[in-house]
């Protein structure tokens, strides 16, 4: 039909054709459209799930170029696809190759997501398309909104049809297929049946069972490109684990750590007691084994089990661009391993730092008390080595570099740690710099930061989240299972904070006009940004009159420094339980300047 038309008409349907889908204009070699999502049109995501589409063609060459798809910052290559309409619209001008159209299905996270496509106009040159899509996943709900977990392991299940049919229409697509070896340790009272039959539904098909027997070490890989798991005999795999591991290996083949949520699950199957994960928390790990046995790990580790978890931690690194977090449910404990659960999650743990091990040095401690000039004391301690210094905070709502603090230069050489505390923080057991100073002895961490307990609202504060670029603090939930070990936060707030004094002088200190919360997070931040990792100690608890939320132009300053942890936070898990309908739309937004 298009054949048929006169040249006219030919010529006007073409440029109706790029007016339509956003072409990039005539001067340019470069064509292309985004299809899918297009325009203001709510995205529609199922569980996080959703697919871009779209075509590309240079003017001057009949192939197509490849494409690329980058999301933050993690490249995605894509599934060629035929466009026999776009072939057709460019009917002997020259006669373009049919197969320049191009597919992505995304599994996003929570939180705000860029996306860009990028297309290759040379061998190694890649110039990104002027469209860039905004996707914002599972913002944060108000506190009534929230559900407990039986309503939302209901509606999990309610999206599972669905969910199943995406992934296994997925599967043919994978460019990689990792292989999984399963190795089931025999447990006491252990049901091998059930794990077994766990396994036998998976979506994602490539794996391999090994039965070991208890205490038994799995023997060494034969396959230096798989990966592995433990499992215990009782343990029931979550139907789409594999699939969402191999999903995420497909997106990053360099990916040596992947790990999901776990919960226990009675006799009539119903879920409870959910351990909602952090990311890769090196912290974490090495005071409990969180990771647990929702977990696969890379045959290029040697990676034996539990056991060798503080050499898993010098593997990876402090960084962790090597492992994946999973946020879903993929492993279901039977009931009877509540411990065990609760042993893996820190819950063992003393909320009491231990003694200092002989013969270690306690570090000198300069304690800088913050406030108005009161006079009021600090919270006592009867900790050793530390010395005193009052500091009148700052009253300007002016956001600008703190000035040398006059104890700096006369008192800082002299000590080993910083302890900044507001004057109004009560309530503090004697142990409290100690058990804020512990984490420090950890080369890696740099930041620590207590338990804040809000008397008027009763709620406990155990760091801070940068979530949905919603700066705030992160609240114990009481459902799920809360680690009582240290952990790694995104930032821990400047009301109580301990530091090292040469970290403090490096990062040039704090920014004032933020307000506690944002100066620390400000703070922290810089620290990461150098590599280094931030800590919670439940060992320390302060009392503080009232939380006070930061004001929206400090906010709005925050946001704009700091935008790439703005779109994601990778240690706060402690609001899964917020939920949506499954009708629920993603806000988008499509810029193309």
């Known amino acids: 039909m298009f054949q048929s038309l006169p040249g006219p008409a030919k010529a006007l349907i073409r440029r109706f054709y790029f007016m339509l889908f956003r072409g990039s204009p005539a001067p340019d070699r470069l064509l292309y459209a985004i299809d899918e999502p297009r325009g203001q049109r709510p995205l529609r995501a199922i569980r996080g799930r959703c697919v871009l589409r779209g075509w590309a063609v240079l003017k001057d060459r009949v192939d197509p170029p490849r494409v690329r798809i980058k999301v933050n910052r993690a490249l995605y290559p894509v599934r060629v696809m035929a466009r026999a309409d776009v072939r057709e619209a460019f009917h002997r001008s020259p006669p373009y190759a049919e197969a320049c159209g191009f597919e992505l299905a995304l599994q996003l996270n929570r939180g705000a997501h860029l996306i860009r496509v990028e297309v290759e106009l040379h061998p190694g040159v890649w110039r990104p398309l002027s469209t860039t899509l905004f996707l914002s996943l599972g913002l944060r709900q108000p506190l009534p909104q929230r559900v407990d977990y039986a309503a939302w392991t ?287 002895a950890d080369g890696a961490v740099a930041a620590v930061g207590p338990v804040l307990v809000d008397r008027a609202t009763g709620m406990r504060h155990v760091g801070l989240t940068n979530d949905d670029g919603e700066p705030a603090p992160i609240r114990v939930e009481t459902a799920g299972v809360a680690p009582l070990v240290p952990r790694n936060v995104l930032g821990v707030s400047r009301a109580c904070l301990a530091t090292r004094v040469d970290d403090f002088i490096a990062v040039g200190g704090f920014v004032d006009g933020l307000g506690p919360d944002l100066e620390g997070l400000d703070y922290c931040l810089k620290l990461a940004r150098r590599g280094r990792l931030i800590a919670h100690t439940p060992g320390a608890e302060l009392s503080m009159a009232r939380w006070r939320a930061p004001r929206p132009e400090a906010v709005t300053w925050h946001q704009q420094t700091w935008p790439e942890s703005c779109a994601r936070d990778p240690y706060y898990r402690e609001d899964a339980l917020t939920t949506r309908p499954a009708t629920h739309r993603v806000a988008m937004k499509l810029s193309n300047p």
Do not use: C
């Not at 004057?423 to 057991?429: G, V």
């Open 154 to 440: 209901d509606l999990a299940a309610a999206w599972r049809p669905l969910e199943r049919r995406e992934f296994e229409a997925h599967l043919p697509l994978m460019t990689a297929r990792p292989r999984f070896e399963v190795f089931v340790e025999a447990a006491r009272g252990g049901d091998s049946e059930a794990t077994r039959a766990s396994l036998a539904a998976q979506i994602y098909p490539d794996l391999e069972i090994h039965d070991l027997a208890e205490g038994e070490t799995p023997p060494p890989a034969r396959d230096g490109t798989g990966y592995r798991m433990f499992l215990r005999a009782g343990d029931r795999l979550a139907e789409d684990a594999l699939y969402a591991f191999a999903d995420r290996i497909n997106a990053d083949p360099a990916l040596d750590v992947l790990h999901g949520d776990e919960d226990l699950i009675d006799a009539d199957g119903v879920g409870r007691e959910p351990f909602f994960k952090p990311d890769w928390s090196p912290t974490y790990l090495a005071a409990a084994n969180y990771l647990g046995r929702a977990a696969a790990f890379s045959n290029r580790l040697g990676y034996a089990g539990p056991a060798d978890r503080l050499r898993l931690v010098r593997a990876v690194g402090p960084d962790g661009a090597r492992v994946a977090s999973i946020p879903r449910v993929l492993l279901h404990r039977p009931a009877d391993d509540a411990e065990g659960l609760l042993a893996d999650a820190g819950r063992v743990a003393t909320e009491t730092s231990p003694p200092p091990a002989a013969g270690v040095a306690q570090p000198r401690v300069l304690l800088v008390v913050r406030g108005r000039g009161s006079g009021r004391p600090p919270p006592p301690t009867d900790y050793p080595l530390v010395e005193i210094v009052r500091e009148v905070r700052p009253s300007a709502k002016t956001v600008a570099p703190a000035p040398p603090a006059p104890w700096l230069d006369g008192l800082a050489d002299r000590h080993d740690v910083l302890v900044f505390v507001d004057e109004d923080l009560t309530d503090a057991s004697p142990a409290w710099i100690e058990a804020l100073v512990a984490p420090l």
